[in-house]
């Protein structure tokens, strides 16, 4: 066993130039992308202001309808196995006044984030146990569904 001095310590060498050569490998990477990235990423980046995907409803597992704005001009588009189809051309406004913004993943988060604080558990004195907000014994009546109420004074009926 007169050797394992200098085997451990050719381990740990190894080890050791191991550890610098992924680093220099990983810094390499980084850098590559990073120059290179910009170049191969131009072609995308350019084109994206031309096309635009509105919206999209899908209808089956591989047919699905898309409202696109290409050029100025906003189009239906329907998709299936057979390819795509231009259905109609949709007036521009229109679609701008019905298009519903969706909340990033950071105003998601945050907004979860600020429920979560104001919903924290409270003591309840009378049962010695934690309460949720939502079940604090308040006497506020529940909101009620906009389509399910009938239109009052309209003169229609309820469909």
């Known amino acids: 066993m007169v050797g394992n001095g200098a085997a451990a310590a050719s381990y740990g060498d190894l080890l050791v130039t191991s550890l610098v050569v992924l680093g220099g490998v990983c810094i390499a990477a980084f850098v590559i992308v990073r120059l290179f990235g910009r170049f191969l990423a131009t072609g995308r980046v350019r084109g994206a202001h031309l096309l635009d995907v509105v919206a999209r409803v899908p209808l089956e597992p591989r047919r699905s309808l898309y409202v696109v704005a290409v050029a100025g001009k906003t189009l239906l588009v329907?998709?299936?196995?057979?390819?795509?189809?231009?259905?109609?051309?949709?007036?521009?406004?229109?679609?701008?006044?019905?298009?519903?913004e969706r909340p990033s993943f950071a105003?998601?988060?945050?907004?979860?984030?600020?429920?979560?604080?104001?919903?924290?558990?409270s003591t309840d004195v009378v049962t010695g146990g934690a309460t949720d907000a939502a079940t604090d014994?308040?006497?506020?009546?529940?909101?009620?569904d906009a389509a399910t109420e009938s239109p009052a004074g309209s003169g229609e009926a309820p469909p």
């Open 137 to 144: 014994g308040s006497t506020e009546a529940p909101a009620t």
């Open 107 to 121: 105003e998601l988060v945050r907004s979860a984030w600020a429920r979560r604080g104001k919903r924290a558990p």
């Open 78 to 100: 329907g998709t299936s196995e057979m390819g795509l189809s231009v259905l109609s051309e949709l007036d521009p406004g229109e679609v701008r006044a019905r298009v519903v």
